[in-house]
């Protein structure tokens, strides 16, 4: 889609909003999508509580040099797929970011395969803590890669 935003969400905006409804708010063309988003060529297409999906399209730009897609590319999706699920159920003013990412790349991923999802789903959501699981797969769901992930929940400052 060409006419996707790309930026910062606004600190106002998720001081009033919780992250659900700012993660629909992207989807629907109303708050930004990530500059990371462009950069490598995926997009939030999916959120609920608890559950995110990301789909992208690798691309040759992002091969490494033995001919198949970097592996940052599956982490990246992963990362953003399984922080943004728990991202999902904080309320207006909290944030989240990822402390830990664990990661199982299972065949390579080159651009043939065209459109690729990540989806992530929350496990345990905690006060400050919670841990969330997600997989990449193709159009037919065979398996790329799966993570596991540990965010830290916070108020935002100022």
């Given amino acids: 889609m060409s006419d996707r935003q790309y930026g910062i969400v606004p600190p106002d905006f998720q001081r009033t909003h919780d992250g659900v409804d700012i993660l629909k708010a992207i989807i629907a063309g109303k708050a930004p999508n990530p500059p990371i988003a462009k950069t490598l060529n995926f997009h939030l297409v999916e959120a609920r509580e608890g559950f995110v999906a990301f789909e992208g399209e ?76 997600g997989d990449l797969k193709d159009r037919a769901g065979k398996l790329y890669a799966h993570a596991t992930t540990t965010c830290m929940i916070f108020p935002m400052k100022g």
Avoid: Q
Wanted: glycine share 10%.
């Fill in 58 to 133: 690798p691309t040759e730009a992002i091969y490494n040099p033995v001919g198949t897609v970097h592996g940052g590319f599956a982490a990246t999706l992963l990362d953003s797929a399984l922080a943004c699920a728990i991202w999902s159920t904080v309320k207006a003013g909290d944030g989240s970011t990822t402390v830990e990412l664990k990661l199982n790349m299972v065949r390579p991923i080159v651009k043939e395969l065209g459109v690729l999802r990540a989806e992530g789903r929350i496990i345990h959501r905690g006060r400050s803590l919670a841990t969330a699981e």
